[in-house]
Nanobody, 124 residues
Framework: QVQLEESGGGLVQAGASLRLSCAAS????????MGWFRQAPGKEREFVAV????????RYADSVKGRFTISRDNAKNTAYLHLNSLKPEDTAIYSC?????????????????WGQGTQVTVSS
């Protein structure tokens, strides 16, 4: 049974940083592209970032480019999302997802497995 478990969310002030983790089990982690998405209240789920299977290639949404960093540790079966210079508009539930294969997927439908998500709230 595949499980993706996010952690690291919380309530922070604008300008602060957080590190989200996504621990994977039940799959051969190194064979999956890993992505992060977020969903704010009343809005659709949106792409945040994706990291290749080896970790040497990344893509970001324009809204987070230069502030967020995605990475992975295949030895620990864990993906990370470092959130810096947080803004109130970053408030959302952040979810990690696994996509089988090498595609740097940016659409939710391309992903095979999802975590439950972790809440990030940024106060002004």
């Amino acid at each position: 049974q595949v499980q993706l478990e996010e952690s690291g969310g919380g309530l922070v002030q604008a300008g602060a940083s957080l590190r989200l983790s996504c621990a994977a089990s039940g799959l051969t982690f190194r064979l999956y592209t890993m992505g992060w998405f977020r969903q704010a209240p009343g809005k659709e789920r949106e792409f945040v970032a994706v990291v290749s299977r080896s970790g040497d290639s990344t893509r970001y949404a324009d809204s987070v480019k230069g502030r967020f960093t995605i990475s992975r540790d295949n030895a620990k079966n864990t993906a990370y999302l470092h959130l810096n210079s947080l803004k109130p508009e970053d408030t959302a539930i952040y979810s990690c997802a696994a996509c089988s294969g090498a595609t740097m997927a940016q659409f939710p439908a391309q992903y095979n497995y999802w975590g439950q998500g972790t809440q990030v709230t940024v106060s002004s």
